[in-house]
């Protein structure tokens, strides 16, 4: 069942109207300079307008800056089946491929920020458990800057499944872990499959007994490891790094 929610964010905002995947009406109460941009980028787009009163959108969204966009959000964000992904990797024969496996990160900020590091160091696919992850779409477009709108995702009910697929289809998988091999001493060009376990108790015990191996990040710190979000920018940067470099 979808339910309407709405975006308030300006990135969040112009990101899903650029996409193209439905949504509308734009409400707006008031429009400053960088409003007006985004009502003049919805207007180009087809996008709905609605003009309503301040206090009206507060009610709606109230975290909004003078403009909101309804989307309606079936708490997913599926964009295509694993199995499709499968088969097109299959297909096309592609050498290199990337992608992340989150094992319940349930704070809607970090999936929103690894989302963001996905769109920046071109993750093919992101993998997560259905109905049990991060969910708040409003806050997770926010937190992505918007790159909720561009990363495909896949939804499973079974994330020890779709990492043995993975591996039948010719992916490497490595579970991020504070005492893994330091990343950079690690060959990752090629198909690969990275595990981000939760913000408290990491990978699951089913999904490490899985994985190939594990990859670190060497750190001098005095605290125990890094933010998850953080973790996944620098190891999906040291892929990206090797793969161009």
């Not at 992904?85 to 299959?90: D, G, K, L, Q, V």
């Amino acid at each position: 069942m979808f339910k309407v929610t709405y975006l308030t964010g300006f990135h969040a905002i112009e990101e899903r109207i650029k996409s193209g995947r439905l949504c509308g009406p734009l409400l707006v109460a008031k429009a400053g300079p960088r409003a007006k941009e985004i009502v003049t980028l919805a207007v180009n787009n087809k996008i709905r307008l609605e003009r309503t009163g301040t206090f009206d959108l507060d009610g709606l969204a109230p975290d909004n800056r003078g403009i909101a966009l309804q989307i309606e959000d079936d708490g997913s964000h599926t964009e295509i089946s694993l199995e499709s992904f499968i088969t097109n990797m299959e297909n096309s024969q592609q050498q290199n491929a990337l992608v992340l496996i989150l094992d319940e990160i349930t704070d809607p900020h970090n999936y929103g920020a690894i989302l963001r590091c996905c769109d920046q160091f071109g993750v093919d696919l992101v993998v997560s458990r259905n109905r049990r992850n991060a969910k708040h779409a409003s806050v997770i477009s926010s937190t992505s800057a918007g790159a909720v709108s561009w990363v495909t995702q896949a939804e499973t009910p079974n994330l020890v499944r779709a990492i043995e697929d993975l591996k039948e289809c010719g992916f490497w998988i490595y579970g991020a872990d504070m005492d893994g091999e330091a990343a950079y001493k690690m060959d990752l060009k090629g198909k690969i499959g990275l595990v981000l376990g939760s913000e408290g108790s990491g990978i699951s015990r089913l999904l490490l007994e899985k994985c190939d191996g594990l990859i670190g990040i060497p750190s001098c710190g005095k605290i125990d490891s890094l933010n998850v979000s953080v973790a996944a920018g620098v190891l999906l940067y040291e892929i990206q790094r090797q793969r161009i470099g």
